[in-house]
């Protein structure tokens, strides 16, 4: 494998950006846009069975990167990067205008980690995704090895990475750790235990008060213990944040009341992007586990007006509802996207069309329910058939609805104009 296409002169000597997604050795003319103008690359390196094929790639880019501020760097974790991962190390070194830095988890390796705090000042430092299998372990054994050691991090907005979640804590206490942070993703595997979810909470509370965007990506792989099940209680301590933003997966449904629900309104007034793990992780031929009763989504509604966004799991639904005789509560007004996850949908066709119904009532016409499930070891046809006859349901009700409202909006004039109704 040779990149002799490095060495030519750049096609685009202006470019500012380049995104490149390479699928087996299809990486020859990435040179040929590789411009000392560029500011922002994104690469993608997909289905390399060879580790110094990448390796030399990373390396060729060596120097020819000097006014880059973004970088981000994706690739698949079946194969052993080893070689790859000390050449991007020896990269960062030649990006001295770096601030934006996302690679995936499985790279932030000591020697990428030293070579980050001791040239670079990043504002974000983030995973392009979540990897938890056992190639990604195999990098990181002991968890991350990310250190708030010296001041190169301290001005960080935005932090992803993932690690044991017993040494997250200790992690977030250093003197030089990022307290102006703003956007945190964090992921941790093997999680047995939710009360430490809350002692690192309780410490990232205090440390960084400006959060405002949290994600938490926390799997036991295999049976849940009841102890590791995340309830309401191990969250609160967020209540003291002014989220906006909200994400929480994990491989048991999220436990929380009405209540609580009144509670998370009341301190995140202003937020719209709201993920309660809507796809908890159901094995095939289990009883699927309780959720939210989907019928008391307006309690949603009313806790979040901003709600642009949300995710959560409902319980089983398998009772008629009728919308024309039951009461009504607050509709949705800024929801663009519902996102049901793993929840079970009956097959029966007034069941269906009673939650078709709600929701069109409850929801924006232009609004959308998603239910693609990727973690779905049930029925998955039976799942996809019954939510797609809700959304096809919906959206007839939808303009239903609307040909009424228009045709109200044209009889008032002429209802307000009949002699009885004159001033």
Known sequence: MSFEAL?????????????????????????????????????????????????????????????????????????????????????????????????????LTESVVSVVASHLKLNALVENKHSYDEMAKRYNEDGCRLSFASEALSQLESLGFHTDIHQAPDLFQSRWAPRGLKHLSFGSRGVTDAAWLRSFLETLVSICPLL??????????????????????????????????????????????????????????????????????????????????????????????????????????????????????????????????????????????????????IMPSESRLHYEYSMWYQDQEHYNDTWRRVVDSMQVSMKAMQVYHRRMTCIAPAIGGLPGNAA
Do not use: C
């Not at 003319?29 to 790639?57: C, H, N, R």
């Not at 099940?229 to 491989?251: C, E, N, Y």
């Not at 048991?252 to 796809?279: C, K, T």
């Open 7 to 107: 060495g030519r002169p750049v096609f685009l000597p202006n470019i500012r950006r380049l995104k490149w997604q390479a699928f087996g050795h299809s990486i020859r003319g990435m040179g040929l846009f590789t411009s000392p103008s560029l500011k922002t690359v994104e690469l993608g390196l997909f289905m390399f069975g060879i580790d110094d094929i990448i390796a030399q790639l990373i390396k060729s880019l060596h120097g020819r990167l000097p006014k880059v501020e973004s970088f981000s760097l994706d690739v698949e974790p079946r194969f052993d990067l080893r070689a790859t991962i000390r050449a991007v190390a020896t990269l960062l070194k030649s990006m001295p205008k770096l601030s934006i830095l996302s690679l995936p988890p499985f790279f």
């Open 212 to 361: 405002e965007d949290l994600q938490l990506h926390l799997y036991t792989h295999g049976n849940v213990p009841e102890r590791a099940h995340i309830s309401f209680q191990h969250i609160a301590p967020l209540l003291h944040l002014g989220l906006t933003k909200l994400v929480i997966r994990h491989d048991s449904p999220f436990r929380y009341s009405i209540q609580d629900v009144v509670s998370m309104g009341r301190a995140w007034q202003h937020m719209a992007h709201l993920i309660l793990n809507n796809e908890p992780l159901i094995i095939r031929g289990a009883e699927a586990p309780p959720g939210f009763d989907l019928f008391s989504l307006f309690i949603f509604a009313e806790a979040f007006p901003e709600l642009q966004v949300l995710g959560i799991y409902f319980t089983p639904v398998s009772r008629v509802f009728n919308v024309i005789e039951e009461e009504l509560g607050p509709r949705f007004m800024k929801l663009q996207t519902l996102w049901v996850g793993g929840s079970v949908m009956s097959r029966d066709g007034p069941v269906i069309e009673g939650v078709a119904l709600f929701l069109a009532d």
